[in-house]
């Protein structure tokens, strides 16, 4: 026991045999051995140190095991070039960065906003016969439907896709209308058409020959009449579908204007003639009265449109008028008529001269089997209750009659068969059925867009005529005039659509000239371009070329000129409209004219994020509205509030279901709605104005002073332009304006833009004032001026309806002393200082609103417009119907819920559409501080402009009232002070 311890008392064990113990001390080198060569092993890998077996001796390695590592360049793991290599970019991200319910890479989505087609429609004509007549663009015919609302311009373009198409037996049943071009949920669910949707279909004329006729269906309600501007910039005909029982309505009349400003021909199409048999049921002798009374109404538009041009009229002798029942998918031209009866009855006769004795003051004698003219006094039957109107009313009353021998006996003289079992349907499919058997397809419809609207070849030559802001002599022109395949690309842009994730947008556009294929490089022109400044230009590559058929797109390798096309790819830099190029053409290039609208925005509402964390998911919302709606108009106001301004309650309420559920996919709050306003003035100047640049160098003198009537109208419209050539233009102001040839000479600009309704004129004296330099600040006065007018003093509204005119300027000799810096900004100044010298006043917007109703409910509309500040300008009873149509002016401001109101008052049967009109100066003046303001209280007539501006300067973060220091310099303000004892308080 006592071998075991040693003498401190520590335990030391047995003895152990020399072999056990040899054998233990062996074990322990083994494992040291493997655990060192582990360690240089992980040390090489971790390190990237090369082991060289091969070396003599190993001393490095063991060299290498002996050092020191310090915890700061000790690596536990690799980094990512060492595992991945050189070549791969690896992104490292932070756990708190992101949700950690929200992807790193987002999947793919497709929102549900629009109905779309799991594959192509199958069309009676395929691609490959589409792609040869694309090929000659003189049987390409581009075209736009427009109308009225509820006119049945959607329903025409379902009964012309039908009949090019087989449909399914989805999109027929329940005989309602299948909408195919109304693409959009919303636009299903709300029933009227909300963007304008391409159709290209390949149609059959009468004498057999095929066209490809690209249809843009189009909305019918006045607020989204820049969706119509779209479609017609874009077309070279227009089909103007009126319904027969509601003839000429408020939109139909603003479409003919504005096709006529767009220089668009115009054919017609009387719609749901069915009507007047099955709800009026009229004598077929009155339906021809109403029919002809729409005809009338309709080229007494047209002739006040077009300057009294004849040639521009429509007449059902010359085939631009067709009748038509899209919902029982019929239409027929006097001409195709004709054509029914000669090849029905077997008559030996001419179908066109036949035809022109078909409508007017023509009967038909039995006795003689001849035509002859009705004289005065005369009676009988003209032919065209006969021939047409009558076997009409028959077919509807003999199907409604539902006696099958009748219908087979009536169906025996027209020469149809149907089959028995198909004489058990209802009514409305049955009527459906035998019309398309007795009247065949809408070869009329075809037969006037061939004949009275121009093909694509010469529809481009008036389109570079009319929109093309550069030389139309130039080579260039001349080449893109001819719509050649082979000449230089040109492609006018004039919509944008959304991709199904709405993260891009398709372009849509025309192709004037040469072809587009997919890979192109494209030289994208804005509409702010000029061969001088050529910052509004960029560069794309095309990625995709297709034809937008409203619910799906057939893809093309290339499109060739006279066509319409989806571009993919392009939609970054362009904002509303565009210009396109090849990237290598080096020649000077010009842009086409910016659309042009018919109405204004003048609407406006303030949005912000629910949750302030996601208002850049809001900008890039607002941002992709602004592509989407050709009128839209967002802004961030100084006050930081982010606005949208529209042309009415539907069109903005459209705006921000878009806004939340399609490009910003979030909650948005909304502030009540408001109007953006004018400011003009009623007086010339008191005194002539001056400011100083803040260098005390240069001078400028000015007054302001009322415009003309009428003259802004002209120059928002493009009536009048400084890009028309100088005799001409001088010519319009000196015969429609009265003004002097000097005064006319001396236009320097229009404000706020090129087309605004603002003139700055030029009137200093060349002995008083140095031309040469006055020319050398003309660009600096001209941004100085379109600056103020665009921001006026009152509440930063635009200035409307003011002429200013230079009357003196000092101007410096150097060139450093009269830069822009120091003349744009005292430019402002004067503008400003003989504005509000010239009893400046505010201007509110005000509708034109059409209301249709009973006439039992006229006393209770009245009531209502009185109470909003609106008028009646006239009230007729609608011929042919038992409505009365009221047209009434009302202020843009006071508008809300009108339409709802006007309902609840009328039990519903009242039923009203709004439109921009107008701006109206309101009653009293706005720098009036006498004016007590009650809140909560409304205000007399007197006091409006008073409370307009002070509310509008407050929601802009802005002082109650106008600094009249902060616009005029000392001594102006002296010299005012003198002879105004107001003044003198104010100051």
């Given at each position: 026991?006592?071998d075991?311890?040693?003498?401190?008392?520590?335990?030391?064990?047995?003895?152990?045999?020399?072999?056990?113990?040899?054998?233990?001390q062996?074990?322990?080198q083994?494992?040291?051995?493997?655990?060192?060569?582990?360690?240089?092993?992980?040390?090489s890998?971790?390190?990237?140190?090369?082991?060289?077996?091969?070396?003599?001796g190993?001393?490095?390695?063991?060299?290498?095991?002996?050092?020191?590592?310090?915890?700061?360049?000790?690596?536990?793991y690799p980094?990512?070039?060492?595992?991945y290599?050189e070549?791969?970019?690896?992104?490292?991200?932070?756990?708190?960065?992101?949700?950690?319910?929200?992807?790193?890479?987002?999947?793919?989505?497709?929102?549900?906003?629009?109905?779309?087609?799991?594959?192509?429609?199958?069309?009676?004509?395929?691609?490959?016969?589409?792609?040869?007549?694309?090929?000659?663009?003189?049987?390409?015919?581009?075209?736009?439907?427009?109308?009225?609302?509820?006119?049945?311009?959607?329903?025409?373009?379902?009964?012309?896709?039908?009949?090019?198409?087989?449909?399914?037996?989805?999109?027929?049943?329940n005989?309602?209308?299948m909408r195919?071009?109304?693409?959009?949920?919303?636009?299903?669910e709300?029933?009227?058409?909300?963007?304008?949707?391409?159709?290209?279909l390949?149609?059959?004329?009468?004498?057999?020959?095929?066209?490809?006729?690209?249809?843009?269906?189009?909305p019918?309600?006045?607020?989204?009449?820049?969706?119509?501007?779209?479609?017609?910039?874009?077309?070279?005909?227009?089909?103007?579908?009126?319904?027969?029982?509601?003839?000429?309505?408020?939109?139909?009349?603003r479409?003919?204007?504005?096709?006529?400003?767009?220089g668009?021909?115009?054919?017609?199409?009387?719609?749901?003639?069915?009507?007047?048999?099955?709800?009026?049921?009229?004598?077929?002798?009155?339906?021809y009265?109403?029919?002809?009374?729409?005809?009338?109404?309709?080229?007494?538009?047209?002739?006040?449109?077009?300057?009294?041009?004849?040639?521009?009229?429509?007449?059902?002798v010359?085939?631009?008028?067709?009748?038509?029942?899209?919902?029982?998918?019929?239409?027929?031209?006097l001409?195709?008529?004709?054509?029914l009866?000669?090849?029905?009855?077997?008559?030996?006769?001419?179908?066109?001269?036949?035809?022109?004795?078909?409508?007017g003051?023509?009967?038909?004698?039995?006795?003689?089997?001849?035509?002859?003219k009705?004289?005065?006094?005369?009676?009988?039957?003209?032919?065209?209750?006969q021939f047409?109107?009558?076997?009409?009313?028959?077919?509807?009353?003999?199907?409604?009659g539902?006696?099958?021998?009748?219908?087979?006996?009536?169906?025996d003289?027209?020469?149809?068969?149907i089959?028995?079992?198909?004489?058990?349907?209802?009514?409305?499919?049955?009527?459906?059925?035998?019309?398309?058997?007795v009247?065949?397809?809408?070869?009329?419809i075809?037969?006037?867009?061939?004949?009275?609207?121009?093909?694509?070849?010469?529809?481009?030559?008036k389109?570079?005529?009319?929109?093309?802001?550069?030389?139309?002599?130039?080579?260039?022109?001349?080449?893109?005039?001819?719509?050649?395949?082979?000449?230089?690309?040109?492609?006018?842009?004039?919509k944008?659509?959304?991709?199904?994730?709405?993260?891009?947008f398709?372009?849509?556009?025309?192709?004037?000239?040469?072809?587009?294929?997919?890979?192109?490089?494209?030289?994208?022109?804005?509409?702010?371009?000029?061969?001088?400044?050529?910052?509004?230009s960029?560069?794309?590559?095309?990625?995709?070329?297709?034809?937008?058929?409203?619910?799906?797109?057939?893809?093309?390798?290339?499109?060739?000129?006279?066509?319409?096309?989806?571009?993919?790819?392009?939609?970054?830099?362009?904002?509303?409209?565009?210009?396109?190029?090849?990237?290598?053409?080096?020649?000077?290039?010009?842009?086409?004219?910016?659309?042009?609208?018919?109405?204004?925005?003048?609407?406006?509402?303030?949005?912000?994020?629910l949750?302030?964390?996601?208002?850049?998911?809001?900008?890039?919302?607002?941002?992709?509205?602004?592509?989407?709606?050709?009128?839209?108009?967002?802004?961030?106001?100084?006050?930081?509030?982010?606005?949208?301004?529209?042309?009415?309650e539907?069109?903005?309420?459209?705006?921000?279901?878009?806004?939340?559920?399609?490009?910003?996919?979030?909650?948005?709050?909304?502030?009540?709605?408001?109007?953006?306003f004018?400011?003009?003035?009623?007086?010339?100047?008191?005194?002539?104005?001056?400011?100083?640049?803040?260098?005390?160098?240069?001078?400028?003198?000015?007054?302001a002073?009322?415009?003309?009537?009428?003259?802004?109208n002209?120059?928002?419209?493009?009536?009048?332009?400084?890009?028309?050539?100088?005799?001409?233009?001088?010519?319009?102001l000196?015969?429609?304006?009265?003004?002097?040839?000097?005064?006319?000479?001396?236009v320097?600009?229009?404000?706020p833009?090129?087309?605004?309704?603002?003139?700055?004129?030029?009137?200093?004296?060349?002995?008083?004032?140095?031309?040469?330099?006055?020319?050398?600040?003309?660009?600096?006065?001209?941004?100085?001026?379109?600056?103020?007018?665009?921001?006026?003093?009152?509440?930063?509204?635009?200035?409307?309806?003011?002429?200013f005119?230079?009357?003196?300027?000092?101007?410096?000799?150097?060139?450093?002393?009269?830069?822009?810096?120091?003349?744009?900004?005292?430019?402002?100044?004067?503008?400003?200082?003989?504005?509000?010298?010239?009893?400046?006043?505010?201007?509110?917007?005000?509708?034109?609103?059409?209301?249709?109703?009973?006439?039992?409910?006229?006393?209770?509309?009245?009531?209502?417009?009185?109470?909003r500040r609106?008028?009646?300008?006239?009230d007729?009873?609608?011929?042919?119907?038992?409505?009365?149509?009221?047209?009434?002016?009302?202020?843009?401001?006071?508008?809300?819920?009108?339409?709802?109101?006007?309902?609840?008052?009328?039990?519903?049967?009242?039923?009203?559409?709004?439109?921009?009109?107008?701006?109206?100066?309101?009653?009293?003046?706005?720098?009036?501080?006498?004016?007590?303001?009650?809140?909560?209280?409304?205000?007399?007539?007197?006091?409006?402009?008073?409370?307009?501006?002070?509310?509008?300067?407050?929601?802009?973060?802005?002082?109650?009232?106008?600094?009249?220091?902060?616009?005029?310099?000392?001594?102006?303000?002296?010299?005012?002070?003198?002879?105004?004892?107001?003044?003198?308080?104010?100051?």
């Amino acid at each position: 026991m006592a071998d075991l311890y040693d003498e401190f008392g520590n335990y030391l064990g047995p003895d152990v045999e020399e072999d056990g113990q040899d054998e233990v001390q062996k074990d322990i080198q083994e494992d040291g051995q493997e655990e060192g060569e582990e360690e240089r092993r992980d040390v090489s890998v971790w390190e990237g140190m090369d082991t060289d077996e091969g070396e003599e001796g190993g001393g490095e390695g063991q060299e290498e095991e002996r050092q020191i590592v310090l915890a700061e360049d000790k690596k536990d793991y690799p980094d990512a070039e060492e595992v991945y290599g050189e070549d791969v970019e690896v992104l490292v991200m932070d756990e708190d960065e992101k949700n950690i319910e929200e992807p790193i890479i987002q999947p793919k989505t497709t929102k549900k906003f629009q109905v779309l087609e799991k594959g192509a429609l199958r069309a009676h004509a395929n691609v490959e016969f589409m792609n040869g007549l694309m090929a000659q663009p003189e049987l390409v015919r581009n075209v736009a439907v427009i109308g009225h609302l509820q006119h049945g311009k959607t329903q025409v373009m379902d009964m012309l896709v039908e009949q090019t198409h087989v449909t399914r037996h989805q999109e027929r049943q329940n005989d309602k209308p299948m909408r195919f071009t109304d693409a959009r949920i919303d636009e299903q669910e709300r029933g009227i058409s909300i963007k304008t949707t391409p159709m290209s279909l390949v149609m059959e004329s009468s004498t057999g020959k095929h066209f490809l006729c690209n249809l843009l269906d189009t909305p019918g309600h006045p607020n989204f009449s820049d969706e119509m501007s779209a479609a017609l910039r874009l077309a070279d005909g227009a089909l103007l579908v009126v319904d027969a029982c509601e003839g000429v309505m408020l939109n139909t009349e603003r479409a003919i204007r504005h096709a006529a400003i767009e220089g668009v021909r115009i054919g017609l199409v009387i719609s749901k003639v069915d009507r007047l048999v099955t709800e009026l049921r009229i004598p077929p002798a009155d339906a021809y009265f109403k029919l002809h009374h729409i005809v009338q109404e309709v080229n007494a538009i047209i002739l006040a449109s077009n300057g009294g041009d004849e040639s521009m009229e429509v007449s059902p002798v010359d085939g631009s008028v067709v009748f038509s029942s899209a919902l029982h998918g019929w239409s027929f031209s006097l001409h195709t008529f004709a054509q029914l009866y000669v090849e029905v009855h077997g008559m030996e006769v001419d179908p066109k001269a036949f035809a022109k004795r078909l409508w007017g003051e023509f009967f038909f004698e039995e006795n003689t089997s001849v035509f002859r003219k009705r004289t005065a006094g005369e009676n009988g039957e003209r032919s065209f209750v006969q021939f047409v109107l009558e076997p009409l009313y028959k077919i509807y009353s003999t199907i409604l009659g539902e006696n099958s021998k009748v219908v087979g006996h009536m169906l025996d003289e027209f020469g149809v068969y149907i089959k028995p079992s198909e004489f058990n349907l209802d009514p409305k499919p049955l009527i459906k059925l035998i019309c398309k058997k007795v009247f065949g397809t809408a070869t009329g419809i075809t037969d006037l867009m061939v004949h009275h609207f121009p093909s694509s070849v010469e529809g481009t030559r008036k389109k570079v005529e009319m929109l093309y802001t550069g030389p139309t002599d130039c080579p260039f022109a001349k080449e893109v005039s001819s719509c050649s395949a082979n000449g230089p690309l040109v492609l006018l842009v004039a919509k944008l659509f959304p991709d199904k994730d709405c993260k891009a947008f398709g372009v849509f556009g025309r192709v004037l000239s040469g072809s587009v294929c997919v890979g192109d490089s494209i030289r994208i022109l804005g509409d702010s371009y000029t061969p001088d400044d050529e910052e509004d230009s960029y560069i794309q590559q095309v990625t995709e070329v297709s034809m937008f058929q409203s619910r799906y797109k057939i893809p093309f390798k290339t499109m060739q000129a006279g066509s319409l096309v989806l571009l993919g790819g392009l939609d970054d830099p362009i904002n509303k409209s565009a210009t396109l190029v090849s990237e290598g053409f080096q020649e000077e290039v010009f842009i086409f004219k910016p659309l042009t609208f018919n109405t204004k925005s003048v609407m406006k509402i303030a949005v912000e994020p629910l949750n302030p964390s996601e208002l850049p998911k809001m900008v890039e919302g607002l941002r992709k509205i602004n592509k989407s709606y050709p009128l839209a108009v967002t802004k961030v106001e100084e006050s930081g509030e982010h606005t949208i301004t529209g042309t009415g309650e539907l069109y903005l309420d459209s705006v921000m279901k878009d806004l939340r559920e399609m490009y910003a996919d979030m909650e948005v709050k909304v502030a009540d709605p408001v109007t953006s306003f004018s400011e003009t003035v009623v007086e010339t100047s008191a005194f002539k104005c001056f400011a100083d640049t803040p260098n005390k160098q240069n001078r400028i003198t000015m007054i302001a002073e009322p415009l003309e009537k009428g003259l802004s109208n002209d120059v928002e419209t493009g009536r009048v332009s400084l890009n028309m050539p100088p005799k001409e233009f001088r010519h319009f102001l000196q015969s429609n304006y009265e003004w002097d040839a000097l005064a006319a000479r001396s236009v320097w600009a229009f404000g706020p833009d090129v087309n605004g309704p603002n003139v700055l004129l030029d009137d200093t004296i060349p002995g008083e004032v140095d031309k040469t330099l006055m020319k050398a600040i003309q660009q600096s006065v001209v941004q100085g001026f379109q600056w103020g007018s665009r921001e006026g003093p009152l509440c930063e509204e635009p200035m409307q309806n003011v002429k200013f005119r230079i009357l003196d300027a000092t101007i410096a000799d150097k060139p450093l002393l009269r830069g822009g810096g120091q003349v744009i900004p005292t430019v402002r100044r004067v503008t400003y200082s003989s504005f509000l010298t010239a009893s400046p006043r505010l201007m509110e917007p005000m509708y034109l609103a059409e209301i249709q109703a009973p006439g039992d409910c006229l006393s209770a509309i009245y009531n209502i417009l009185s109470k909003r500040r609106g008028h009646v300008t006239k009230d007729a009873p609608k011929p042919g119907t038992p409505f009365y149509v009221i047209h009434a002016l009302l202020p843009v401001i006071e508008s809300w819920g009108f339409e709802t109101d006007l309902r609840y008052h009328t039990q519903g049967q009242a039923f009203c559409l709004t439109v921009f009109d107008h701006w109206s100066i309101v009653p009293g003046d706005p720098l009036d501080r006498s004016i007590k303001l009650v809140p909560l209280a409304p205000s007399p007539p007197p006091h409006l402009a008073r409370e307009f501006m002070v509310k509008t300067r407050r929601r802009k973060g802005m002082a109650d009232d106008v600094s009249l220091a902060k616009f005029f310099d000392d001594p102006v303000l002296l010299e005012l002070a003198r002879g105004d004892p107001e003044l003198q308080q104010l100051l």
